[in-house]
C-alpha cells in the first residue's frame, strides 16, 4: 500500500483492516488493476473506473457501524440484496451500487462476483 492510500485513512484508522483485505482480494480478481487515490475516495479501474472505496453516508449516521468501508460497483443490472445500501441508475443501464463492509469476512465470494462483474462491465466501453 502507498503512502497516499494510507493518508486516507488518517480520519479512519478503524478502517484501514477493511480496505487492506479489500484491495488484497480487488488485485487477485482483476490483474490490469490500477488504483487512484483521491480526496474522497480510492478509485478501482482496469481501462475505466469500475469500483471505489469511501466514507460515503449512504445510511444515517446513527446507523453506520462504527468501522466501515462504502465499496461502490457499477453494473449493468440493479442488484438485489439486503447488501447493497443504495443503488441509484446513474445513466440508462448502468447502476451505481453502495455496499456497506464493517467486517473483512464481508469482502467474501458475494461481493469480489459484484466487484468482478464491475470490472468486465467497466472494460466492455
Keep these: 500500500m502507498d503512502w497516499d492510500a494510507l493518508h486516507f485513512f488518517d480520519q479512519h ?13 480487488v488485485r487477485v480478481q482483476v ?13 478501482f479501474y482496469n481501462q475505466h473506473l469500475f469500483a471505489c472505496a469511501s466514507f460515503l453516508r449512504v445510511k444515517r449516521k446513527k446507523d453506520l457501524p462504527p468501522a466501515y468501508l462504502v465499496v461502490t460497483v457499477g453494473l ?8 447493497v445500501a443504495a443503488a441509484v441508475e446513474a445513466y440508462p443501464g448502468r447502476w451505481t451500487h453502495h ?14 462476483g459484484w466487484v468482478q462483474e464491475a470490472a468486465a462491465f467497466a472494460a466492455q466501453k
Design 13 to 25: 484508522p478503524e478502517a484501514l483492516p477493511l480496505y487492506e483485505a479489500l484491495e488484497q482480494q
Design 31 to 43: 490483474p490490469d488493476l490500477r488504483i487512484k487515490v483521491q480526496k474522497t475516495q480510492i478509485s
Design 76 to 83: 449493468a443490472r440493479r442488484l438485489d440484496s439486503p447488501r
Design 99 to 112: 455496499i456497506v463492509v464493517s467486517a473483512p469476512e464481508q469482502i467474501d465470494g458475494e461481493l469480489m
